[in-house]
């Protein structure tokens, strides 16, 4: 088969010459339409349930609300996860789904169940909404609008019914949040002293507000000679028009909505606020779809944005775009991974010119590169991936493997041209040349797919993450063994001439000769040879248990996150200003660009926090280096901490999004307690804060959400209500309406709808103690104060509560303070498994990136145990000597020798990434061992030569060249990367070249010295 391949390809070289160029340039278009992200999809499809239930507190959230929505979700198809969160006012169910699974379809079928637990809520509570699909990076662009000519009110009504419809027509935007300004509404505050004094109640007054306007269908009538559409409107204009509505007629004249109440135009009340470069103003957040392209859809949506700016401007108002833009990180990491592939392209090729001499040997092996990467590219969207940095990755850690297979081809059939003189007929000599060295590069790049094997069978977000860099590395691999079968022939027939010599360089003349005379002294030591190297491996492996490990680095996105928290039950208004002393601060730190806060939640938005909890979006300025960001990170740290009594922590957002996808929070170590008492949990969670002080690497541990909040509890007594004809929800829904609010009904401006609420005027609702005094119409016609039927307490409650599979848990947020965190957790778990006993029924779970790389690291075992015994059973196949076997074998040990010295010398941790690059640097390194070892089966059984000490020496000299060349390449391709190790777009890839690099030198090592020593000593081979 592969003698007719190459035969094929050499019968028609200009066809095969022709082909290969168009496919080349098809690749390099292809480029301009692929679709580019910063990582592959990583997070599972998930979709979050969100219902508001004003006025109810958290605990009522749990039982009424998020219990129903639960169990109507839990068993759903293809559901993996259930998690959800009660907060006050507020259920949020979140389900991930299976991986693989069809989220469309998935949650569709989930709509139809939650529509049927819908009908089962309480009075009061909204229907459920369901989020849209969301990207794995979720944010898309982040902006603020600020004006010093608009008010809060109108200021907000622009974002929402101007900017917002406009930008959610761009395609690709999933959804967008307001944060910040005043949602207008037309309030009706009632006064309780007037009240009293007419002798109304809230229901009389809300009956009032809700007839005021309105709109009614009036039908039409017919003429006869037309139909006359009738239009019976009853929209007020004005509040004051509201305000003028009758009530009752008390003493003989009308009471009306304004004798009792201040009837205006207000906000609305807020669960959220925002700050914009330390000043109010409107921060509006817009989300991706699912598999949305995210560079074409930020660029569509800043398209948008430059069409209002006109607009904006006239009205005074101020844009401040990318206080958070993805984008900006997809472009820096893409532009980098991309200069490091052409910069390791150009070192690659000046190895090739160095080592041949010959521009056209250098360029048939050079061809190879972009011919076999673009067709690699192509191919993406047939599996469903993006360009991005890891399968750039993919493709850099291929860029040396790629041109080895032209190289190993083209220095054979340069040795078999020097060798044959100009006599020779080209065509057969370049076809013998290559038949050569087929079957040992079809073998070493199918033990490569093998070792590569583990990578793509990794489940969850690590397979997101590497599956794609392993795929792409593939497919230019096995892209290259293609062109390597039928281009590079057909070029070298094109190009190289039986009349040219071709010579090899004299300083590779010399190395030759020097490795000549140091393998004459290393022959008689085979067996010493034998023992060091089986004592280094030995070493090495004992060596890497004490590495530190952890799932993924520090990403260097040019962009921090800080979690701010305030005690329990701090006010929206003192969260807002202390954001606004923290932003400037924040703002003088040299580098930063922009700062945005948003505190608190705002409707139907993915953080749902208490007004206690807030976020700063802190963008850098372009082009800050890896120590630069490192130097801002803890200058932000130093400005939390400079706020006593509130806590806070500075992530990156790609590294506060995987934590999230991993265990629901955003720390990078969580420990979730189970069980049933919420105050049990709240005791073992002290416990276990107490016991995790004295952890090693111990950063800071707190509690993920404030458990309490202040709480006045108001406890209708049945007795007393049956004493004055009351039932209970009279005294209900007056509370609600008076605190709460309740929306009496609707008016409309142009398109944009006006609630009107009637609640209390905020004067009687300042002091706690107040409540009491709220009157309650009984039937008889008397006014009854609420402390005459129900009993008031100021007590602390729940501010949340969780439930992941239906089981109530307790979280804390773990930040060590050691690069360690697969190490810190095992020290943790033990200390509290010593400290900590646990009542029956109450467990603990660490959660986290650090369960994320132990599993990781388990998957890669498990399955690199299964690929090591196809790979075995490969080569016992490929070679009949199993002497040739544990040769091709014994370079294993001396990789891994190289790999742990450079792990160690970059830090002595090990990331996901860093695994990896030990899993492909076994398959690199073994391609050259495979290439020697069956050169000399070669030399032995189809050149009928003798095996002995001169044949061990020829074999090793004419391997000499595809050695050194193949290695250098693949050296220089990654050195890049290499190089840029933590830099903005390389820091996943970094440590996995770096780990390459250090195998690679010791396992060229190994095959130019030592293998050559250990067949010498150990090989046996005889001629057929």
Not at 223 to 251: F, N, S
Not at 969 to 991: D, F, I, Y
């Amino acid at each position: 088969m592969l003698t007719f391949i190459v035969r094929g390809a050499l019968r028609h070289p200009w066809w095969i010459a022709l082909l290969a160029t168009l496919l080349l340039v098809v690749g390099v278009a292809h480029l301009r339409t692929a679709r580019y992200d910063v990582f592959p999809d990583f997070v599972p499809a998930e979709l979050t349930i969100q219902v508001e239930s004003p006025g109810f507190t958290a605990l009522q959230v749990e039982q009424r609300v998020t219990q129903p929505i639960e169990n109507a979700v839990n068993g759903g198809t293809d559901v993996d996860v259930v998690r959800s969160q009660s907060i006050q006012g507020l259920a949020v169910i979140t389900v991930v789904f299976k991986e693989g699974s069809d989220p469309f379809r998935d949650r569709q079928l989930l709509a139809e169940r939650i529509a049927e637990a819908s009908a089962r809520l309480p009075q009061g509570v909204q229907a459920p909404t369901i989020s849209p699909m969301v990207s794995s990076t979720m944010d898309l662009l982040k902006f603020g609008l600020l004006s010093d000519k608009l008010d809060p009110l109108a200021l907000r009504s622009l974002a929402d019914w101007t900017v917002k419809p406009r930008l959610l027509a761009v395609a690709g935007v999933a959804d967008a949040t307001v944060f910040g300004g005043g949602v207008r509404e037309w309030q009706v505050r009632v006064h309780p002293d007037r009240l009293a004094a007419f002798g109304l109640t809230l229901e009389d007054v809300r009956a009032a507000a809700a007839a005021a306007s309105g709109v009614r269908g009036a039908g039409y009538v017919d003429t006869p000679a037309q139909r006359v559409v009738l239009e019976a409107d009853g929209t007020l204009a004005t509040p004051t028009q509201l305000g003028q509505a009758v009530i009752t007629q008390h003493a003989g004249r009308n009471v009306t909505l304004a004798d009792v109440a201040d009837v205006a135009e207000q906000a609305a009340p807020a669960f959220g606020d925002s700050r914009i470069m330390a000043r109010p103003g409107v921060l509006v957040a817009l989300n991706s779809q699912y598999g949305a392209n995210t560079l074409e859809v930020t660029h569509a949506v800043e398209a948008a944005l430059d069409e209002l700016k006109p607009m904006l401007a006239a009205q005074g108002v101020t844009l401040v775009p990318a206080l958070h833009r993805p984008a900006t990180f997809v472009e820096v990491a893409l532009a980098r991974m991309r200069g490091a592939l052409l910069l390791g392209a150009v070192l690659v090729l000046a190895v090739l010119v160095l080592f041949l001499r010959d521009w056209r040997t250098a360029l048939i092996s050079f061809f190879s590169i972009p011919l076999s990467l673009a067709f690699a590219v192509m191919v993406f969207p047939w599996f469903g991936w993006t360009i991005n940095t890891m399968t750039l990755g993919g493709l850099a850690v291929a860029l040396g493997v790629v041109v080895d297979d032209a190289i190993i081809d083209v220095e054979n059939v340069m040795r078999r041209l020097r060798r044959a003189g100009s006599t020779a007929v080209r065509a057969e000599v370049i076809l013998d040349a290559s038949l050569e060295v087929r079957r040992p590069v079809v073998l070493a790049t199918v033990v490569v797919g093998l070792v590569f094997l583990p990578i793509l069978l990794l489940p969850g977000l690590q397979g997101s993450f590497f599956a794609p860099l392993a795929g792409a590395f593939l497919l230019a691999t096995f892209a290259s063994l293609l062109v390597a079968l039928t281009v590079t022939p057909a070029l070298c027939l094109l190009l190289l001439r039986a009349d040219r010599r071709h010579r090899e360089p004299r300083w590779l003349k010399r190395a030759k000769l020097a490795q000549h005379r140091l393998l004459e002294r290393a022959l008689p030591h085979g067996r010493a040879w034998l023992i060091g190297a089986l004592l280094l491996g030995a070493a090495a492996v004992a060596v890497l248990p004490l590495f530190g490990a952890a799932l993924l680095p520090e990403f260097r996105e040019g962009h921090f996150v800080i979690q701010l928290q305030g005690p329990g039950g701090t006010s929206l208004e003192e969260m807002a200003r202390i954001g606004e002393h923290m932003g400037k601060d924040v703002l003088a730190i040299p580098g930063v660009a922009t700062v945005s806060q948003q505190v608190g939640r705002a409707e139907a938005v993915q953080d749902t926090w208490p007004p206690n909890q807030s976020e700063f979006h802190v963008e850098l300025k372009p082009g800050l280096g890896a120590a630069d960001q490192v130097r801002i990170e803890t200058a932000l740290k130093n400005v939390v901490d400079g706020y006593p009594g509130f806590s806070g922590e500075v992530v990156t957002f790609l590294g506060d999004r995987i934590g999230e996808s991993l265990s629901g929070e955003t720390a990078p170590v969580t420990i979730s307690i189970y069980g049933n008492d919420l105050d049990t949990l709240d005791r073992l969670a002290d416990k276990v804060k107490q016991s995790m002080q004295s952890v090693p690497g111990n950063g800071s541990v707190r509690l993920s959400d404030t458990p309490t909040v202040p709480t006045l509890r108001i406890a209708p007594q049945a007795e007393r209500l049956a004493a004055y004809g009351l039932r209970m929800a009279d005294v209900l829904d007056a509370v609600a309406a008076a605190h709460q609010g309740v929306v009496a009904g609707e008016v409309f401006d142009g398109v944009q709808p006006i609630a009107v609420r009637l609640r209390l005027d905020p004067s009687a609702q300042r002091d706690p103690e107040t409540v009491g005094q709220l009157l309650l119409r009984s039937p008889a016609g008397r006014n009854v104060p609420l402390s005459a039927v129900a009993d008031t307490d100021l007590l602390e409650g729940r501010a949340n509560v969780l439930h992941e599979g239906g089981r109530r848990r307790l979280v804390l947020a773990v930040y060590p303070a050691t690069a360690d965190v697969v190490g810190f957790v095992d020290q943790a778990r033990a200390a509290l498994a010593k400290s900590v006993p646990l009542p029956a029924g109450y467990y603990l779970e660490f959660g986290g990136t650090a369960e994320g790389a132990a599993q990781a690291r388990h998957d890669l075992l498990l399955h690199g145990g299964l690929a090591g015994v196809g790979i075995v059973a490969l080569l016992l196949a490929a070679f009949p000597d199993r002497r040739s076997v544990a040769l091709v074998l014994a370079n294993v040990p001396f990789a891994l020798v190289g790999g742990v010295i450079a792990a160690g010398l970059a830090g002595g941790v090990l990331s996901i990434g860093a695994l990896v690059g030990f899993v492909t640097l076994f398959g690199i390194s073994a391609r050259n061992s495979i290439m020697l070892v069956s050169h000399y089966e070669h030399l032995v059984s189809v050149e009928g030569a003798h095996w002995n000490r001169h044949t061990v020496l020829r074999g090793a000299r004419e391997r000499l060249t595809p050695i050194l060349m193949t290695a250098l390449v693949t050296a220089l391709g990654l050195l890049p990367l290499a190089l840029g190790n933590g830099e903005p777009g390389r820091e996943v890839e970094g440590p996995m070249a770096i780990v390459i690099l250090g195998g690679l030198a010791s396992s060229t090592v190994l095959n130019l010295l030592v293998l050559p020593a250990l067949a010498g000593r150990y090989l046996r081979l005889a001629r057929p």
